[in-house]
Structures are given as C-alpha cells and as structure tokens.
C-alpha cells in the first residue's frame, strides 16, 4: 500500500531553533508539494517540486524557510529560525500524473 | 486567477439523511475540480475528481458531485449519511494541472 510519509509526526520547538521536516514521496511520482495548514489561514501552497527541480516557492517565507529534494525520495522543509507563528500543520503532498496529490499524514509543529 | 469558495463552513445533519456541501469557484479558463476528505488528525483524502466527461462524477465512499459550469459550482452530495462520514470536506480547483488552490473547508457532522 503505497503512501506518502512524513517524519516527525509532532515537533514541539523553542523559538530561534532549526526545524527541518522530511518527506518521503510515493515511488515513481515525479511531483512533490509542501503546503501548511492552520485554523487562520487554511491550507496554504508552500513550495512544489516536479523531478526534484523547484517549480514554485512563492507561497514560501523565502527569509526563513527553504525548501529541497536531494534526492528523489526525500524532500525538505526547513525553517531557520523557527518563529512562534510558523506552528501549524504541514502537509507534503506527491502526484504522478500531475493532477492527483496524495497527502502525507503531516509533521504538526509547536513553536514555543 | 482560480479561487474556490465553500459557502458552509459547518454543516450538522442526521445520520441517514441525505447531505450536500456547496463548492463554487471562479476561474478564466478550463478547470479540473476535486473533493477532498481529511478526518482528525490525518492527512488529506481524495473523495472524487472531475477532469473531463460527464459532469456526474462518483467517488469513494458513496459520494458524487456535478459540474455545473453554467453556475461554476461542483457540489458534492451523499444520499444517506453515516457517523464516520464526520470529518473535514474541501474543493479544490486547478487551472494548471499541478496546482491546487483549496477553499477554506466545510466541517460535516453527522449527528445520531
């Protein structure tokens, strides 16, 4: 049963801390997405990779946050430093055909 | 640009009874439309897409939605509902294949 997973499940931080959230995305699709939930906001589109190349990171606080693929089965999200406005569930997201997006189960993050 | 409203941020009704959570959106172009699932703490679910065809679509779960283009809506319906239909329900549009924007979510309790 192919998924989409992501690690850590929960991050708990202090301000000023480096958080990094990993992704692991299903084998073979060939797009990746960030996105970050909150009860303000909604889902919001962070940042999306397709074959690993940064294809849009608009959506993405560029002073604090950064986004990568090393590798096809890894994708980041790191925050330096964290802020106690970034807590929020984040979502990562992967498609093959480019239309369907299958979530991972999220990394909810607290910044104290 | 596409943007998508959900007209019902809460909608309560009783098991067994038939339900419908409304979706409309506003784009310039041809779209793809979606209704996603997300129950607590879990990641999003795809119900059901509309890409092309016929404009009755049926998803998991017994759903289904129509496009109606003439109103741009895509409102998704169940005939009958059950308690663990209780979760979360957002639509999705994209222009660009790749690129979702959500609404802001409808949250479906199903009352005993």
């Known amino acids: 049963d192919a998924r989409v997973t992501q690690t850590p499940r929960h991050k708990v931080t202090e301000m000023g801390q480096e958080v990094t959230m990993r992704c692991q995305p299903i084998?073979?699709?060939?797009?990746v997405f960030w996105y970050r939930q909150t009860m303000m906001q909604g889902l919001e589109l962070l940042a999306y990779?397709?074959?690993?190349?940064?294809?849009?990171d608009s959506g993405m606080p560029k002073d604090r946050f950064s986004a990568e693929m090393p590798d096809a089965t890894l994708a980041t999200l790191k925050i330096q430093p964290s802020e106690p406005r970034d807590s929020a569930v984040y979502f990562c997201?992967?498609?093959?055909?480019?239309?369907?997006?299958?979530f991972g189960p999220g990394t909810r993050l607290t910044v104290l | 640009a596409q943007s998508v409203t959900q007209l019902d941020s809460q909608v309560p009704v009783f098991e067994e009874a038939p339900v419908e959570l409304r979706c409309n959106y506003s784009?310039?172009?041809?779209?793809?439309l979606f209704w996603y699932v997300q129950y607590p703490n879990q990641g999003l679910q795809l119900l059901l897409k509309?890409?092309?065809?016929?404009?009755l679509v049926k998803g998991i779960n017994g759903f289904e939605a129509e496009f109606n283009k003439s109103q741009t809506s895509f409102h998704l319906r169940k005939p009958s509902v059950h308690i663990s239909d209780t979760a979360e329900y957002f639509c999705?549009?994209?222009?660009?294949?790749?690129?979702?924007?959500f609404g802001s979510g409808t949250q479906l309790t199903v009352l005993p």
């Open positions: 997201a992967s498609g093959e055909t480019g239309i369907e997006q299958f």
């Open positions: 084998l073979g699709h060939n797009t």
């Open positions: 990779f397709r074959n690993r190349a940064p294809l849009d």
């Open positions: 784009s310039s172009v041809s779209v793809y």
């Open positions: 509309y890409l092309s065809g016929s404009t």
């Open positions: 999705a549009v994209s222009e660009v294949p790749r690129q979702l924007t």
